[in-house]
């Protein structure tokens, strides 16, 4: 690994080898240009939390933890729970990730994620309401990055989203004095739909996905595209500076569709849901 | 008070989760768990769930915090939110902040620091869940990192607590007998050496309680130092302590 | 001929007793010696040396190394040389005494990025090792892929006087170029560069392996 604080280097020959590849549809690793890396998938890893989701993707590692807790409903909507997102990328993730508040990747990480769940409506957060106006859930999704190997967007979007499908949160209820009081009953989040993220990353004019950190070092552009689960987009979000043509965009709309349902399809039998 | 009925001590001396006064709570160690860092481990220590990383020696950066003579280490010892029984905001707290300081100077002295003027040697050691002892737990999974790492170290260091709890001496507290209980002695030694490099205790004792305790937390920690060898030796050369004689 | 002692050690591990020579990677508190690394202690002839299995690389002075550029100043290249410092190329070194910044164009020697084989010319403590690529086979390496090892592998993979490697090269068509920094450049034939990292990785990892020449001779006869 490189000790350099530049940010990840890799040699001019090993890019100039990865170029001459995919030229040729190929990768260093035998992949596809469209496959992506093992997907590992391992919830309930942190019993005290709520919820809680360990993704591997390649070496990429994420964990994910819900935290629900009662709180004030925020005034303009009185009759819904709250659902917050955050991202930390760790410096433990890789020598060049410093300790500090998050910076702006990892703010854009941690708003995009948080879109995709929002937006497909994932929770309903109407159920999550003990006393409209007064008292309602907060439910808190911490996401830390342990090891980055290229595309964060897809493995954290993954860790919220088995994280928040399997959590079981302990149910409060009013008193007849109007006080609140924790029951012994515990139960899943009213989960809704499970939406999935696929992202795409453009290398001149080669459309790739799941590239690892060596093959990130030559992307020029990123678009990602989360599905709510139901058929529609629920969220979009493109990176880095050069762009995409607009043909460019409608070829990954339809290859994320596809992606979408096999990746779809591999998280819910490893979660267990539907 | 009536230590036998005490409701963290049972009458036959067991307490909340089955154990008897001097035995450690479940530990489990893997060495080489991250792949970016140059050296690094994993620990669960009862409840608690922490993984270290080692980054470097490296330059240091700001240069003005280089030494002329030796490394420099710094630690960061963090609770991940859901870490805990609440939520935990992300930004370091004033304990993670003294942590971090009482963690660094129980691992320094271990360290061959010399060996390596003007750099830095950077900790990190995140606490995915807390259940008491984290800190003890956190240095014993920083020093297997360090080794992980190759960094040249004089000794392991492992990281234990005894304390008091309805009346009794005991070790490894877990998170209840933390809270409800009298007395918290965190310890810290390079085995092999003998020397104690972190000492912390807060709540009531006597001179002797105390001097029981300290024998007891350093007990533990030679015992968890067993564990540290036989992970360093299942990783590095394949079989375990005894067969490798 | 000493009787070659060897064992396990971790940090802290007690080696030996009594007046011995330190070699490597141990320390002495009054008659006792200690490892201060994860690897195995040798006891031979009055010295004691512990072979580490892990570690960073440490500068020493006519080191080869393999460095890739990482940027470039008015007088000299910075290279990253895996290592806790960066090291840095003079443009003297390779335009000569009679460089210019402002005729010569440092790019057009070494672009960020490439990759090169120098020596290392002089290393103080605390102060960023200096290069030179004046010399045979030193220079820009092209055409080949880089390999990384863990540094304190490489003196199995050359093997005494060389016959590791040069195993490796002969069964695989292969020229292996090794920096003692843990950075391998192999050229040669597209499969043979496919099996030489694979033999070299092979060697990575069971290099504190006894038998390691046999096996690795197998892996090669083997088709690997």
């Known amino acids: 690994m490189m000790i350099s604080q530049r940010g990840y280097f890799i040699e001019n020959l090993r890019k100039e080898q990865m170029l001459q590849l995919l030229a040729k549809g190929k990768r260093l690793d035998d992949r596809g240009l469209l496959d992506y890396r093992p997907l590992k998938i391992e919830v309930g890893v942190i019993e005290k939390a709520e919820g809680s989701a360990k993704v591997s993707l390649g070496d990429t590692q994420v964990i994910a933890g819900v935290k629900v807790e009662v709180d004030r409903p925020f005034p303009d909507t009185p009759d819904k729970g709250l659902l917050i997102v955050n991202a930390e990328v760790l410096p433990l993730a890789s020598a060049y990730s410093e300790p500090g508040p998050p910076d702006e990747d990892a703010i854009e990480l941690a708003r995009v994620v948080d879109r995709g769940v929002r937006e497909s409506e994932m929770i309903g957060l109407e159920k999550l309401v003990i006393e409209p106006g007064r008292y309602v859930y907060a439910v808190f999704v911490d996401v830390n990055v342990l090891n980055i190997d290229g595309n964060l967007f897809d493995a954290t979007s993954y860790a919220v989203v088995a994280a928040l499908a399997t959590a079981k949160y302990r149910k409060y209820e009013l008193t007849e004095n109007g006080e609140l009081k924790a029951t012994d009953k515990y139960e899943k989040l009213p989960i809704t739909t499970v939406p999935i993220s696929i992202t795409a990353f453009r290398i001149g004019d080669v459309i790739l996905l799941d590239p690892n950190a060596d093959e990130e070092t030559l992307v020029e552009a990123r678009l990602t595209f989360t599905f709510d689960g139901r058929g529609n987009l629920c969220a979009a979000q493109m990176g880095g500076s050069k762009g995409f043509s607009k043909d460019q965009i409608l070829k990954i709309i339809e290859i994320a569709k596809l992606k979408a349902e096999e990746i779809g399809g591999l998280l819910r039998r490893q979660i267990g849901y539907g | ?245 | 001929m000493g009787v070659v002692k060897r064992k396990y050690v971790l940090p802290g591990d007690l080696v030996v007793e009594g007046n011995y020579q330190i070699i490597s990677n141990a320390y002495r508190i009054g008659n006792k010696i200690y490892s201060m690394k994860v690897g195995m202690a040798e006891i031979t002839n009055g010295k004691v040396r512990v072979i580490p299995l892990r570690g960073p690389y440490t500068p020493r002075v006519d080191d080869l190394v393999l460095g890739i550029i990482v940027d470039y100043a008015p007088l000299a290249w910075t290279v990253d040389i895996n290592s806790y410092f960066e090291a840095f190329l003079p443009a003297q070194n390779v335009f000569g005494k009679n460089f210019n910044p402002e005729v010569h164009d440092l790019t057009k020697k070494f672009k960020i990025g490439d990759l090169i084989a120098a020596k290392i010319v002089s290393f103080e403590r605390g102060k960023d090792p200096m290069l030179t690529v004046s010399g045979p086979g030193l220079g820009k390496l092209t055409r080949g892929e880089l390999v990384r090892i863990s540094p304190v592998k490489v003196p199995r993979l050359i093997g005494k006087k060389g016959s590791m490697s040069k195993m490796i090269e002969k069964a695989t068509g292969c020229e292996l170029i090794i920096g003692q920094n843990g950075l391998v450049f192999v050229r040669g034939p597209p499969e043979g560069i496919i099996k030489a990292i694979k033999a070299i990785k092979f060697v990575e990892e069971q290099a504190h392996t006894s038998g390691l020449t046999q096996n690795i001779q197998n892996f090669l006869k083997g088709g690997g």
């Not at chain 2, 307490?15 to 669960?44: H, M, Q, T």
């Not at chain 2, 280490?73 to 859901?82: D, E, I, N, T, V």
């Open chain 2, 1 to 245: 008070m009536d230590d036998k009925l005490g409701k963290l001590i049972d009458e036959e001396g067991r307490r909340v989760d089955g154990r008897k006064f001097n035995e450690l709570r479940p530990i489990k160690i893997e060495v080489g768990v991250l792949k970016n860092a140059d050296g690094s481990a994993y620990i669960e220590h009862g409840g608690n769930k922490i993984v270290v990383a080692i980054y470097g020696p490296k330059e240091t950066h700001p240069k003005f915090m280089a030494l002329p003579d030796r490394a420099i280490l710094r630690c960061r010892y963090h609770m991940a939110p859901y870490s805990t029984e609440e939520r935990k905001p992300p930004q370091p707290s004033r304990r993670e902040i003294e942590l971090s300081k009482v963690i660094r100077e129980a691992l320094e002295p271990a360290v061959k620091l010399e060996e390596f003027p003007r750099t830095a040697i950077d900790v990190y050691i995140e606490v995915l869940q807390s259940d008491g002892g984290s800190r003890g737990a956190g240095i014993t999974a920083a020093s297997v990192a360090l080794a992980d790492a190759g960094i040249p170290m004089r000794d392991l260091v492992v990281g234990c607590a005894a304390g008091k709890v309805d009346g009794q001496i005991v070790l490894d507290l877990n998170d209840l007998e933390d809270k409800e209980g009298e007395a918290d002695l965190p310890v810290a030694i390079m085995p092999n050496i003998g020397q104690i490099t972190l000492l912390q205790m807060d709540g009531l004792l006597t001179i002797d309680e105390f001097k029981k305790a300290l024998d007891l937390a350093i007990e533990g920690c030679r015992k968890i130092h067993q564990i540290q060898r036989e992970a360093l030796y299942r990783k590095y050369f394949g079989t375990s302590e005894a067969e490798g004689k």
